[in-house]
């Protein structure tokens, strides 16, 4: 089994930036990807950004320029670094991991909430 555990949620004011942090353990097969997503009160969990284990990337268009997902394969640490924050940005962000073998493992989720 795979353990995921986020951090780094937290208030912020618009304009500002977090930093999410999401760590895998336990008995972890070769990763293949790990992905943010998020979940908004009343809508959809949707994509926002991915890193493969080769480092390409992509991006949801709604925060392209804005959020950085970087991930540490050593550690199997992946990142979400979030610059320029705004109140829609307000969701519960969850991290999710692709084994090579196609199992995926979800987080628990962190609020990150974007208010004056």
């Known amino acids: 089994q795979v353990q995921l555990v986020e951090s780094g949620g937290g208030l912020v004011q618009p304009g500002g930036s977090l930093r999410l942090s999401c760590a895998a353990s336990?008995?972890?097969?070769?990763?293949?990807?790990m992905d943010w997503f998020r979940q908004a009160p009343g809508k959809e969990r949707e994509f926002v950004a991915r890193?493969?284990?080769?480092?390409?990337?992509n991006y949801a268009d709604f925060v392209k320029g804005r959020f950085t997902i970087s991930r540490d394969n050593a550690k199997n640490t992946v990142y979400l670094q979030m610059n320029s924050l705004k109140p829609e940005d307000t969701a519960v962000y969850y991290c999710?991991?692709?084994?090579?073998?196609?199992?995926?493992?979800w987080g628990q989720g962190t609020q990150v909430t974007v208010s004056s």
């Open positions: 999710k991991v692709t084994q090579s073998d196609a199992v995926v493992y």
């Open positions: 890193i493969t284990r080769a480092g390409s990337t």
């Open positions: 336990g008995s972890i097969f070769s990763i293949y990807a």
